[in-house]
């Protein structure tokens, strides 16, 4: 059995995102619970948030932007740079520990104390761009961790997969130019989605060109059209990328009753993605991967999803 | 909505005395495939494409049994030989409606744009139309688009915009297209946010049916065309 980092913090719910909105606080109780009613919470090792020194935040966003986000959020504004981002006076904070979380999940598993680990915090992260708040994201939060891998242990190759049923434009975007993190997602397509990006014809850019790789898949399509789209364009990619970390935004919006998306994924079909994830982590990583939460709105489904998510991480 | 806004300004012209190798040659240097040909006052005289040329050049030319006269008099084939005259123009003060129902009448990927005077002003291609509706559609923005189903009858599109206003999200733009059924519409507002989950609920709970994206469509059906053109 592996040696799981979980990490979760009552904290993470203080960040209010107000009426009609589904990014909800409730949705980490509801992971949580799935993880503790199933009796994992033992075989796992847990992780508590904390404050991230700020130059890791910086590997990735503009000074300016951490600065403006902190003053609309000191200043009691309810919304940041578009109407989806409501906030509350402690959005901020919660957005900075949601980071500083995370990177102590990946400071444990990049030294060898743990396998793998995976992040339940909010704000998500994988649609904040550099210099923007979108899609309820402020900090890139898998972004940062990508940059504080490469940085601190100086590791070459970092894969992230994006299974989240928005395509991380964020997380695209920051990469594009980069041909040592290669970038995959898959998510519907962008002609029926937020955020309209991650087409096919999306490879990257510049020395980046054939390291970001998205596969959108139609409304309507379900685990047969996953496992299709990740056998062709996913694991071949990573096969020759070999990565020495793999990094997760694990969204769980793709599931048949979130009503995020016109994707019907079914609770085994996120089972068999992870499994796969994981298994291309211990053929190429020695299995270090670190997932962090996205999205993922369905409160019913949620406690099944991250249960069984927990559980393949477990066991390898 | 103007030409003159959309057009490209810089023009690649060519003299009418130009060989057509040295007008090919410029239009693959420059990644275009349309040349106005212009006189010495600028004034439009015709205009020469890409295929022009390949047209002007049999397939035999570039293999050896070809006879060098016959080569020789192909290469000294100037542009006025096989450029079209008097081409199709549009004026600046058309719109961008004005240019793409002419381009769809005319069949020609570009149209020169001419003042008054004759002269040129500058050249409007299917690319640059392209670039203003892809615009239009909003689509550099993130958002969201949803297809919803009405009635056609005064007042639908308000109670759609005012449900959607009421939950304070913006719009990118709001596309109204033709349905199967005659007395339905398919209304496609793109919304700039991510959060569409609540309004769709409110949407049908106003009544309104929300379309399964698989069966939207932008266009007139496809079948239409293709009766119409099929010789009986």
């Known amino acids: 059995m592996n040696k799981t980092g979980f990490l979760y913090d009552e904290r993470y719910k203080l960040h209010e995102t107000g009426h009609f909105h589904p990014e909800v606080p409730d949705r980490l109780p509801s992971v949580y619970n799935g993880i503790k009613k199933a009796g994992l919470l033992s075989k796992l090792v847990q992780i508590k948030a904390c404050m991230p020194e700020m130059k890791w935040i910086e590997t990735v966003h503009d000074k300016n932007y951490i600065q403006r986000f902190e003053a609309a959020c000191s200043s009691g504004k309810t919304i940041f740079d578009s109407p989806d981002n409501q906030m509350c006076s402690v959005t901020y904070d919660t957005a900075l520990l949601a980071v500083g979380g995370i990177l102590a999940a990946v400071r444990q598993v990049m030294d060898g104390e743990l396998n793998n680990a995976f992040c339940a915090v909010r704000p998500p992260g994988h649609h904040a761009e550099i210099n923007r708040a979108m899609g309820f994201c402020y900090f890139n939060n898998i972004a940062i961790a990508a940059r504080y891998i490469q940085k601190q242990w100086g590791i070459e190759r970092v894969g992230i997969v994006d299974f989240d049923v928005h395509h991380g434009n964020g997380t695209q975007h920051i990469f594009e130019d980069d041909p040592t993190v290669f970038y995959y997602s898959i998510h519907q397509h962008p002609s029926f989605a937020y955020p309209g990006t991650g087409r096919e014809f999306e490879y990257g850019k510049n020395l980046g060109y054939g390291y970001t790789k998205n596969s959108p898949v139609l409304p309507g399509q379900g685990d047969t059209e996953y496992k299709r789209l990740m056998q062709r364009d996913l694991f071949p990619a990573f096969?020759?990328?070999?990565?020495?970390?793999?990094?997760?935004?694990?969204?769980?919006?793709?599931h048949v009753d979130d009503d995020m998306s016109d994707?019907?994924?079914?609770?085994?079909?996120?089972?068999?993605?992870?499994?796969k994830i994981v298994e291309m982590a211990n053929t190429c990583a020695h299995g270090r991967l670190i997932s962090v939460l996205e999205g993922g709105y369905s409160l019913r489904r949620l406690p099944e999803l991250a249960r069984n998510h927990v559980e393949i991480l477990l066991n390898g | 909505m103007f030409v003159s806004r959309s057009m490209t300004r810089k023009v690649i012209t060519v003299d009418q005395e130009a060989y057509i190798f040295e007008a090919q040659e410029l239009m693959t240097r420059k990644n275009i495939r349309h040349l106005p040909v212009v006189d010495k006052a600028n004034r439009l005289i015709g205009i020469v494409t890409d295929r022009d040329i390949r047209s002007a050049l049999p397939y035999r030319f570039f293999k050896e049994s070809f006879s060098e006269t016959k080569k020789e008099k192909l290469s000294n084939l100037s542009v006025k030989d096989i450029m079209s005259k008097n081409p199709i123009s549009i004026s600046p003060t058309y719109t961008i409606q004005d240019a793409l129902l002419v381009i769809q009448d005319s069949r020609v990927g570009a149209l020169p744009v001419v003042d008054d005077d004759g002269k040129l002003t500058g050249i409007i291609s299917?690319?640059?139309l392209l670039r203003a509706f892809t615009n239009v559609l909003g689509i550099g923005e993130p958002g969201t688009l949803l297809c919803i189903l009405v009635e056609e009858k005064v007042g639908q599109l308000k109670k759609i915009v005012d449900a959607i206003t009421k939950e304070n999200i913006s719009f990118g733009s709001v596309l109204v297209a033709r349905y199967w059924d005659e007395n339905k519409r398919a209304v496609f507002p793109y919304l700039l946010t991510q959060n569409v989950a609540h309004v769709k609920k409110k949407l049908e709970k106003l009544g309104f049916t929300l379309l399964d994206p698989m069966q939207w469509y932008l266009d007139q059906l496809p079948k239409h065309e293709v009766t119409a053109e099929t010789p009986k």
């Open chain 2, 126 to 128: 299917v690319r640059d």
């Open chain 1, 263 to 275: 994707i019907k994924l079914s609770t085994e079909g996120f089972s068999w993605i992870v499994q």
């Open chain 1, 239 to 254: 096969a020759e990328f070999k990565p020495e970390v793999i990094l997760v935004s694990a969204g769980f919006d793709a």
